[in-house]
């Protein structure tokens, strides 16, 4: 077993770091986070280094790297914000990847080479008012009619939704009922019918788009069926290297909240001395680093054993889920670090406690990984039906 990145990854890193600190990456999370605004500035910067779609396949414009590259890229820049890391996480680990994988010839030429230069994105849709942690009950239908098919339905939380010019839609083909009837096809903006709903206020992720999705009576041409009825599971599959990348959100911002509760703990002073000089506030600091470095492995071991493929579903699962409750505790510490100044907004790490806790819900929530997981352990399914 190899713990240790190549020069080349060591030297990713190291040129994300120093283009955030010249860049002024710390200014920009505040801004975002006060103006909600999301940063398409990033996009063309971000598309000449190479960043979006380096995981694609090079025959469409992609870079062909491992997964895991892509990882080190999100957490790097997810230690500013997450919504500063958004557009290299979702060219690489969102719903593109599918198309990467299963997509037809036009629809890779359509979308791939778009994506990588920052002028097309793809949003995942699956949740609907209705159909959340429960996704295979959802409802949003696709009827055949001629060449096309009508799409009817409605779905909400959609990261993206109203930015991205594609939508990569979880559909019920017919009256099938259950994951067999489900397959995934692709809805354009702009298609007649389909509209978008008002910007949702979160807690945190301030500056992400995100919205319904109404389809009424929307025509989508049989071309744009990029996973027939019956491909539910391999669906579930490329939504694993996705679980992957919201737990290297999780990492970076962790990480961001680990170095500024050290710089503050060593610059602000109580009793005469830097408070880093307490055990009080030393332990709690060793407590985030030791928790970051344990969700770290778990993540790096998912994604390595990925490759250009799909993670192991349980190493997902338990990367995800232990990522997801790390940045809470880790975000909950620095703030206990920074006294009263850490409830206020003139620090970060109150927008970084409020981007964390979305994590434990988008993707999955942590008890439905933990649903995954027990079925994997005890090799037996658990119909949450019965
Ligand atoms: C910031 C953010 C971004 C998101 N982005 C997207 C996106 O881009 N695309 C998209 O499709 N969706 C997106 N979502 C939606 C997200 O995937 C769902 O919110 C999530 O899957 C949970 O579904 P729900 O909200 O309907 O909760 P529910 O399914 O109603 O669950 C409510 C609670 O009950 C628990 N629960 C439910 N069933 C069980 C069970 N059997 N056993 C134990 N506990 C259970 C859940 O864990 C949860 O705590 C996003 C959500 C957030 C917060």
Redesign the pocket.
Known sequence: MDFNLSDEQKMLIETLRTMGEREKFKELAKEIDATGEFPTQLLGTYAEMGLLGMVLSPEYGGGGQPAINAILAIEELAKFSPMIASSVFESNVGPVRAIDLFGTEEQKKAIIPGVCKGEQSV?????EPE?????TALTTRLVEDGDDYILNGR??????AGHASHYFVYARFGDKKGYKGIGGVLAEKGMPGFSFGRQEE?LG?RG?P?CDLIFEDVRIPRKNVVIPEGGFPDMMLTFDIERCGNAAMCLGVAGGALEAAKTYAQERHAFGRPICEFQGVQFPIVDMAMKLEAARLLVYRAVMGAGRGFPSIYDAAVAKCFANEMVIEVTNTAMQVFGGYGYSKEFPVERMLRDAR?WC????????LR?TMASLLFARRFD?RK
Request: glycine content about 12%; charged content about 5%; some cysteine.
């Open positions: 949003s995942v849709c699956m949740t159909a959340g942690s429960d996704l779905k909400i939380f959609i990261s993206g979160f992720l992400m995100s979305a819900v988008a993707g999955g929530t942590v008890q439905m649903i949450q």
